[in-house]
């Protein structure tokens, strides 16, 4: 934790912490997690799956329940643009291939 002063109000002050958990993408069970999920995208004529570098990864919701599970996966679902803003766009099209992938590997695991 930092504590950084923003003299913008006398006698106040910012305090920063980290909060959520860092997903190592590269423990053999986090591998294995993602190449199962891989698989279903293969199996389903998509492409082979692998993890973005974690200077490209957002927040998940996962992250902050990761230290208390093995391994785990996020951004399953649709594909799109402008995450988070007003410019937020979703592609239609991409939500019967994630809705499949999930249902698949949901059915396998």
Same mark, same amino acid.
């Given at each position: 934790?930092?504590?950084?002063?923003?003299? !913008?109000?006398?006698?106040? !002050?910012?305090?920063?912490?980290?909060?959520?958990?860092?997903?190592?993408?590269?423990?053999?069970?986090?591998?294995?997690?993602?190449?199962?999920?891989?698989?279903?995208?293969?199996?389903?004529?998509?492409?082979?799956?692998?993890? !973005?570098?974690?200077?490209?990864?957002?927040?998940?919701?996962?992250?902050?329940?990761?230290?208390?599970?093995?391994?785990?996966?996020?951004?399953?679902? !649709?594909?799109?643009?402008?995450?988070?803003?007003?410019?937020?766009?979703?592609?239609?099209?991409?939500?019967?291939?994630?809705?499949?992938?999930?249902?698949?590997?949901?059915?396998?695991?």
């Amino acid at each position: 934790m930092s504590l950084v002063s923003t003299g !913008a109000l006398a006698g106040s !002050a910012l305090q920063e912490q980290d909060i959520v958990s860092y997903i190592d993408s590269r423990n053999a069970e986090q591998i294995a997690l993602l190449e199962a999920y891989s698989r279903v995208s293969r199996d389903l004529d998509g492409p082979a799956l692998e993890s !973005a570098p974690s200077a490209d990864r957002g927040g998940a919701d996962v992250s902050y329940v990761s230290q208390y599970v093995r391994a785990s996966l996020d951004g399953l679902g !649709a594909c799109g643009s402008g995450a988070h803003s007003e410019n937020e766009t979703l592609e239609v099209s991409s939500l019967p291939i994630a809705t499949k992938r999930a249902a698949m590997f949901m059915a396998r695991n």
